[in-house]
Nanobody, 126 residues
Framework: QVQLVEFGGGSVQAGDSLRLSCAAS????????MGWFRQAPGKEREFVAT????????YYADSVKGRFTISRDNAKNTVYLQMNSLKPEDTALYYC???????????????????WGPGTQVTVSS
């Protein structure tokens, strides 16, 4: 019902910034809770950030708090992840996710989300 595609990944140096976008089609995102996850080679997928359908109360993993910002523009059917002060340990495939359910917030588990994008690669070099 919802198709998601991530944009904005790339290769950067430590300390640089990137802005990821997640564009949705098939449904409006106005009623969907959104999240960002990432997965590095050999590691499990981990939670990065989530935001309510209304855009209120963004929530972050401790590893990115203060450096990353999740936001959304429901009029554009798009969710963003602004990544500043990037570190080599941020290197991963970044996934956008959406869920229609509105259970307890924040949603930090993979199985909290029903729809996923294919991912966009972020590589941070020293």
């Amino acid at each position: 019902q919802v198709q998601l595609v991530e944009f904005g990944g790339g290769s950067v140096q430590a300390g640089d910034s990137l802005r990821l976008s997640c564009a949705a089609s098939g449904r409006t995102l106005m009623n969907y809770r959104m999240g960002w996850f990432r997965q590095a080679p050999g590691k499990e997928r981990e939670f990065v950030a989530t935001i309510r359908a209304t855009g209120r109360s963004p929530y972050y993993a401790d590893s990115v708090k203060g450096r990353f910002t999740i936001s959304r523009d429901n009029a554009k059917n798009t969710v963003y992840l602004q990544m500043n002060s990037l570190k080599p340990e941020d290197t991963a495939l970044y996934y956008c996710a959406a869920t229609y359910q509105t259970t307890a917030y924040p949603s930090t588990r993979e199985d909290d989300y029903r729809y996923w994008g294919p991912g966009t690669q972020v590589t941070v070099s020293s």
